[in-house]
């Protein structure tokens, strides 16, 4: 054959792109057990962090055995025991879009915009003095561009803000983003939840929040220019902090005086 042929040309063309394809292949399949568990890492972190456990000289893995990891049934509000589902190999995400692990929201209750939630969630209770200190639930639901998730941590009065934190969205950077920000963030730490009487009342305003007065305590500050995705925050923290989410349990641990 000759040293310069059209063939040759081909068949160097076709031989490099096999070879870059199955190396591109094996790459993805070979990596993708250590993003899965880089991504359950980052998940404790942020439940970490929300919960103001977070060391960065602490490995995660390591702090995270503080964290007390529960399934509960969201509609009864109790705990579902680990022989029924087991919280380590629970897929949350999977459930909620598994027709048998989920349910149909009404469009007139479905504040977060899902469409439909898991029947059972992972849940996170942290002890202090043998007491619960906090709990850490997740939250989930649309922005203006995507769907957040997040966790949102309560304090042992099982309504007070501890912190809220998303680990993953798609909202613009420097707008949506902003929810992000820790000067933000940090606006919900002591908001309650609810009134006296129990009724949800936590909202992010448009504008400043309330310094003071009646209902001080329920109000966030909105985010300027980012009006639908803060207000997509509030609406899905409502939603999951509701009667349709986390309310009956946190009213049960609140009964049993956690
Ligand atoms: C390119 C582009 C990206 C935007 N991204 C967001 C966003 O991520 N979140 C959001 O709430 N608004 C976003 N907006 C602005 C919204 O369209 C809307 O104007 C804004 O939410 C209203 O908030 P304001 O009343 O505080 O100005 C974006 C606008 C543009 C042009």
């Not at 250590?34 to 390591?62: F, M, S, T, W």
């Not at 509609?75 to 579902?80: A, D, L, Y």
Request: charged share 25%; proline share 3%; net charge negative.
């Amino acid at each position: 054959m000759a040293r310069e042929s059209l063939i040759k040309t081909y068949v160097v063309a076709v031989g490099l792109a096999v070879a870059c394809s199955l190396l591109v292949a094996g790459a993805a399949i070979g990596l993708r057990p250590l993003q899965e568990e880089n991504k359950v890492i980052d998940r404790k972190k942020n439940i970490l962090v929300v919960a103001g456990l977070h060391d960065a000289a602490v490995p995660v893995v390591e702090a995270f055995q503080q964290v007390e990891v529960r399934i509960v049934d969201i509609e009864t509000g109790e705990f579902v025991s680990e022989d029924k589902i087991d919280p380590a190999t629970f897929d949350q995400r999977a459930a909620a879009k598994d027709p048998n692990m989920s349910v149909r929201i009404p469009a007139e209750k479905d504040r977060a915009g899902i469409g439909r939630r898991e029947k059972y969630a992972l849940v996170y209770l942290v002890q202090k003095d043998g007491q619960l200190d906090q709990v850490v639930l997740p939250i989930v639901g649309k922005g203006l561009w995507s769907t957040m998730y997040g966790f949102l941590a309560v304090g042992d009065d099982l309504n007070t803000v501890r912190g809220i934190t998303f680990y993953e969205h798609a909202e613009t950077p420097g707008l949506g983003g902003e929810i992000d920000n820790p000067l933000w963030k940090d606006k919900w730490t002591g908001k309650k939840l609810y009134d006296d009487q129990g009724t949800y009342k936590l909202e992010v305003v448009k504008g400043a929040a309330a310094q003071s007065g009646p209902g001080a305590e329920h109000q966030i500050d909105g985010i300027s220019g980012a009006t639908l995705t803060a207000n997509g925050v509030s609406y899905s923290v409502a939603y999951w902090m509701g009667a349709d989410g986390f309310k009956n349990l946190l009213e049960r641990l609140k009964a049993e005086g956690a």
